[in-house]
């Protein structure tokens, strides 16, 4: 007796599914024998296999049995093969036909009483599915809605490895699981439960955040705490222009390749806010691995990464975000392969001034001894601020603003000022692939866009002067007036754009944080 039979399956190869074909054979004798790089967890899986079947009333022969994870060059690994390799072993068996396997892709964790688990990294292999022209996929129940996003493509989701032994018998019929794609985007666009109404006493704070967000520009907040830093940053996406249904799917399909997606949550409807701690390690910050997964730099693609008390962070992990603010991805290289994932985000950062965070408090005087604001700073390197367009320092909210019942200026009334400037951008930048927004230009488009004359030049040069800004202020500067011009509907960059924007490098004067004795 000897029988081969196939099934179908993905490994995740970066972002991407990579098809994987499950080929069993069986034929006399009592070995059991898995090849094709498996790693533990799917070594492991040959055990759950053989009691899920049980389990399940479907008794497999003890047989010699060897499996072959095909491609064999690449790594498979987790539980994601369960079902896939329990399916092949009852067609071996002939518990089951084999002739409707070619038509769909597996995946699956078996629990030992037979029911299944839900995995990650479901939405790349739909999608690989309807690539490969397969008919539908069968998934765990909990995955059905993430992986029917993909339209033109039967979704079975099941609860047991019954149902799939009953289903491929012809014994009954599953329902398939069907999700408008662009019905739901529409209809279930996320409500935030904060809004800039309920920020007292900040109006140059939230005025930063609205250019920052209407060019996209990364900003670094400097004051000390209790100003509102964090209150605002967390606001930040309230304003931001919504996902398109392309950003939508994008941003799904990191979160399901990191595991990271909420239960029953089909498609990202809102920009993702990545706010990790300071003690967070490279590794989780920028992704990698010995597994290489997406770090949190990839899970605020198209969204925002927030780092509260900045200077706090590693030197080396901060260090690690120049490539992804200066690129847009992030490169993982490895022995055997390099990976990049997507990192297309904002930086919204907030920091102390100094150690005790009172430096130029105008009610609480600074303990630090002379030179420490500047050798506080100093953790920051210039490389990175140099990618960091807007720089403003906060002050503490005085009693009258706190206590001021009439709200401030809304979300609503602010985003639809952004979503106005970034159409703009877009029509702007249309014909160079690649750039959205002014954050992005590069110098040949800032010297087509972004020029300046007459007085608005005088004003920016005697500020360089006056203020001994360094020569990155500059570029820097023509950007952010840019955008604050796209915000005033003007196509010329006009004195009072270049003069705000000047206001918005605090932290590139050689004299911050110098106290005279």
Request: glycine share 6%; with cysteine.
């Amino acid at each position: 007796m000897s029988k081969l039979v196939k099934t179908y399956s993905s490994a995740l190869v970066s972002l991407d599914a990579l098809l994987v074909t499950v080929e069993l054979s069986v034929s006399k004798g009592f070995n059991i024998s898995m090849v094709g790089l498996p790693d533990a967890a799917v070594r492991e899986s040959l055990s759950r296999v053989y009691t899920a079947c049980d389990s399940s009333g479907a008794h497999p022969k003890s047989y010699n049995t060897v499996i072959n994870l095909s491609p064999g060059d690449v790594r498979k690994e987790g539980t994601v093969f369960d079902l896939p390799i329990a399916v092949a072993l009852l067609a071996a068996n002939e518990v089951i036909p084999e002739e409707p396997l070619a038509d769909y892709v597996m995946a699956g964790e078996l629990s030992l009483d037979g029911s299944l688990q839900p995995v990650k990294g479901i939405l790349p292999m739909a999608i690989m599915a309807r690539e490969q022209k397969f008919k539908g996929v069968i998934v765990p129940k909990e995955n059905a809605r993430e992986a029917a996003v993909v339209n033109d493509l039967e979704v079975y989701g099941v609860e047991s490895l019954r149902e799939v032994i009953d289903f491929i018998a012809g014994r009954a019929k599953l329902e398939p699981t069907t999700v408008n794609t662009r019905e739901e985007f529409a209809q279930q666009q996320c409500v935030s439960s904060v809004d800039f109404s309920e920020v007292k006493g900040q109006p140059a704070l939230v005025r930063a955040m609205e250019v920052a967000a209407a060019g996209g520009h990364n900003i670094i907040m400097i004051g000390s705490p209790g100003s509102g830093k964090s209150m605002v940053a967390k606001r930040l996406p309230t304003i931001l222009p919504p996902l398109t249904l392309h950003e939508a799917l994008e941003t799904t399909k990191i979160y399901s390749v990191a595991g990271a997606l909420k239960d029953n949550v089909s498609l990202m409807k809102s920009r993702p806010f990545r706010a990790p701690h300071h003690t967070i390690s490279n590794v989780a910050l920028v992704g990698g691995g010995t597994t290489p997964r997406p770090g949190e730099v990839s899970l605020a693609h198209n969204g925002v990464l927030f780092l509260d008390e900045l200077a706090e962070f590693n030197r080396v992990a901060l260090e690690l975000l120049r490539q992804p603010l200066e690129d847009r991805t992030i490169t993982i290289s490895r022995a055997k392969a390099t990976f990049s994932y997507p990192a297309s985000f904002m930086l919204v950062a907030a920091m102390n001034p100094c150690p005790c965070g009172y430096y130029n408090d105008p009610n609480r005087e600074c303990t630090c001894p002379p030179g420490a604001p500047a050798k506080y700073l100093q953790k920051l390197s210039g490389p990175l601020l140099d990618r960091i367009d807007i720089q403003i320092e906060t002050r503490p909210v005085d009693f009258d603003s706190l206590s001021d019942r009439r709200p401030s200026e809304s979300s609503a009334a602010i985003r639809e000022r952004v979503i106005k400037a970034r159409e703009i951008q877009l029509r702007r930048f249309a014909p160079y692939p690649g750039i959205h927004c002014n954050a992005q230009m590069t110098p040949r488009l800032m010297k087509q866009f972004a020029y300046v004359e007459g007085d608005a030049m005088k004003i920016l040069r005697q500020a360089m002067i006056q203020r001994d800004l360094s020569a990155r202020a500059y570029d820097r500067i023509l950007k952010v007036a840019r955008t604050i011009a796209d915000l005033d509907g003007s196509e010329q960059i006009s004195l009072k754009h270049i003069s705000e924007a000047i206001n918005y490098r605090n932290l590139d004067r050689s004299s911050w944080g110098i106290v005279s004795v």
